[in-house]
């Protein structure tokens, strides 16, 4: 009977602490109308994107009403050929996925490549609805646009020589 009390008493103090801690907790719980909120096997993968009417976007930027109503029209004047882009490059996309889930690495990158190749060729399309976001804002707002646009840039390229060499493979790692 003793060991049932002490049981219990130690759930009842974990479920305290558990309390105590999140009510003194300074952050504020994600909540579904959260703009960054996702679920599904991609859940995360979209944080930092521009969504409808701005999202992070003009969370960061503080981007006035008529400024976010101005960013949206301009999403919506490029989403035609963005969504034009990505139909041509679902196909590669899935026979990559395909590839890479029969054990096909080979496959996979050269489907992955020829994906990339079709987005690359929209990349005309992006630099220009950048300037077009980019001519709406105030010189502050350029200012922190302009460090954001130049951060993921050193990211992007970062990530795309991170341990791979030129033919795709990787490059062994040296011992330490």
Not at 1 to 24: D, E, F, K, T
């Amino acid at each position: 009977m003793s060991s049932v009390r002490a049981l219990a008493l130690g759930a009842l103090m974990i479920v305290g602490v558990a309390g105590v801690s999140a009510a003194q907790s300074t952050a504020t719980p994600r909540s579904r109308s959260d703009s960054s909120y996702r679920r599904g096997p991609h859940a995360g993968q979209m944080r930092g994107r521009m969504g409808p009417g701005g999202g992070e976007f003009g969370r960061d930027l503080n981007l006035t009403d008529a400024q976010k109503a101005q960013v949206k029209a301009i999403h919506q004047k490029y989403q035609p050929q963005n969504e034009a882009l990505r139909t041509q490059a679902k196909p590669f996309m899935d026979a990559a996925r395909a590839a890479r889930q029969k054990g096909d690495t080979a496959a996979a990158r050269s489907n992955m490549l020829k994906a990339r190749q079709v987005m690359q060729g929209g990349q005309s399309t992006h630099t220009q609805e950048m300037a077009d976001i980019r001519g709406i804002l105030t010189p502050d707002q350029r200012a922190k646009f302009d460090a954001r646009q130049k951060t993921m840039s050193e990211r992007r390229a970062k990530g795309a020589n991170k341990g791979w060499d030129k033919k795709g493979s990787t490059v062994p790692k040296s011992k330490s």
